[in-house]
């Protein structure tokens, strides 16, 4: 019966003439056109601003010298053939010995030869100032700036950072054409974004997608909170402009993450905002000076939240203070966590060093600090960011095995302490067993620095710390490793 009905159904639907069919045939296809203009209505139209600005857009290449053995001929390779064969020495003449013998060519004399590269800039001011990427003009002895209309100038470098990637180039030409600057700050995740440039030297490709992320942090990076799009961008697109929908730009090419070598979905571009901030200083005095505190941070894990009383893990955990640093002189300590920076709350440690980088120097800053559970507010006045870091780790005297917590720790001597720069205390880490240490994340090599808040002052002090521990709590343990200092939290089962 239902079978009877279902079919009755489908005859009912059925045309009854063939113009009936034709009728319906064309109104489906009329609707189906109408879905798809109305939905490629929604898609944004980039042609007005490639049009616009693309011009503005340009093509570096770069020079470099590089010296190599004579025998390694890096252009050539020798090709594979019984080492005594009847071409054997023939192929070393040309080729040089595979075993590093050198050849006809001077044996191990090294030689110098140009090796050329490709990446891309833009245009900010009709009197020739040019943005790109400090890599793409890493040790060039000449830069050349092509432009749409095919002149060739040649640039001088104005100056460069290293920690922001940015470079600064002059070419001598007037009533050039110019990007126009947006706002990074602005952007929305979600926001579409258009990127020109010349991937594997294919000059002014274009290429669109959408912001993926806003201030995320990569490895090494401390100082650029970076835009993440998934705009395809490859070897060559460095340097060249991110534009906005309304043809603003909004972010330097500079990163890619990739486990071939080529594109994969995760695109890295440096906020235009910060990019301006280095360039000015760059265009006045050469270089850049960054605010600096001093301090070693981390984040701050679920159980170490937990071990310093907080409800929600957030803020910077100061895992060390560096003797004479601005941080020390105002009075942040070893376990303090930063939560908020010039007003500004910090949820993770990556943006802590950003906001301190781009702060003047000499210029007093209001740190909000969470210690031992109160919140604290210190004035700080920011020094200048050192060019370089130091930090080490090493070897001790007298042992004790701490059976609680399933450790052999031994005493720092005086050499030990001058290497690792700690002035008194600390216990070295000599074998861990599978215990609460263990599981706390603790290596052979580290050096126990405090315990639950309390500064380590020899084997026997850990000991007694360690015995005092509460069980089923989780406690702070701050560490000395290779990589600098680290907090771990600790917990002693019951």
Do not use: C
């Amino acid at each position: 019966m239902i079978f009877q009905k279902t079919l009755f159904l489908n005859q009912a639907r059925r045309p009854t003439n063939r113009g009936q069919g034709v009728f319906i045939g064309a109104l489906v296809l009329t609707m189906s056109l109408m879905t798809s203009s109305a939905f490629a209505s929604r898609l944004p139209d980039f042609t007005d601003l490639v049009e616009k600005y693309g011009a503005a857009v340009v093509n570096i290449s770069t020079t470099q010298k590089i010296k190599h053995p004579k025998a390694s001929m890096p252009h050539r390779q020798m090709p594979r053939q019984p080492p005594e064969g009847p071409f054997g020495d023939l192929f070393r003449h040309f080729f040089g010995d595979p075993r590093g013998q050198g050849g006809g060519h001077g044996g191990g004399e090294m030689e110098e030869f140009d090796s050329k590269s490709l990446g891309s800039g833009f245009i900010v001011s009709e009197d020739g100032y040019v943005i790109t990427n400090n890599h793409v003009i890493k040790d060039a002895t000449e830069i050349v700036v092509r432009l749409t209309d095919r002149r060739e100038l040649v640039a001088e470098l104005v100056g460069s950072d290293p920690r922001s990637d940015i470079a600064l180039l002059k070419v001598d030409a007037e009533d050039l054409p110019v990007v126009a600057l947006g706002s990074s700050e602005k952007l929305k995740v979600g926001e579409w974004v258009l990127a020109i440039g010349s991937p594997f030297g294919f000059d002014h490709s274009v290429t669109a997608g959408i912001v993926s992320a806003k201030g995320r942090p990569l490895p090494r990076e401390n100082y650029v909170p970076f835009i993440q799009t998934d705009v395809a961008i490859n070897p060559g697109n460095s340097g060249g402009p991110l534009f906005d929908l309304e043809g603003k730009v909004v972010g330097i090419n500079s990163q890619i993450y990739s486990r071939t070598g080529g594109f994969m979905g995760l695109s890295f571009a440096i906020p235009i905002d910060m990019a301006m901030q280095v360039v000015e200083q760059l265009k006045s005095n050469g270089h850049v000076a960054r605010g600096w505190l001093g301090v070693l941070i981390q984040d701050v894990t679920r159980e170490l939240a937990e071990s310093f009383g907080m409800d929600t893990p957030r803020g910077a955990l100061v895992a060390k203070v560096l003797p004479g640093s601005p941080a020390e002189k105002a009075g942040i300590e070893v376990g303090d966590v930063v939560t908020k920076f010039d007003g500004k709350e910090i949820d993770h440690s990556t943006n802590l060093p950003p906001l301190v980088g781009i702060s003047p120097v000499g210029k007093k800053m209001e740190v909000e600090i969470l210690r031992k559970g109160k919140v604290k507010a210190l004035l700080v006045k920011l020094g200048e960011l050192p060019e370089d870091d130091m930090m080490a780790a090493g070897g001790g005297t007298q042992s004790a095995t701490e059976d609680r917590l399933k450790l052999d720790v031994v005493d720092l001597n005086d050499a030990q302490r001058d290497k690792l720069e700690i002035k008194h205390g600390g216990v070295l880490v000599k074998r861990v067993q599978a215990g609460p240490a263990r599981r706390a994340g603790v290596r052979r090599g580290d050096v126990i620095l405090q315990v639950d808040n309390v500064e380590v002052k020899s084997v026997k002090h850990f000991a007694e710390i360690s015995s005092e521990l509460s069980a089923g709590k989780s406690v702070p343990l701050l560490v000395q490793r290779r990589g600098g200092p680290v907090f771990l939290a600790l917990k002693v089962k019951e």
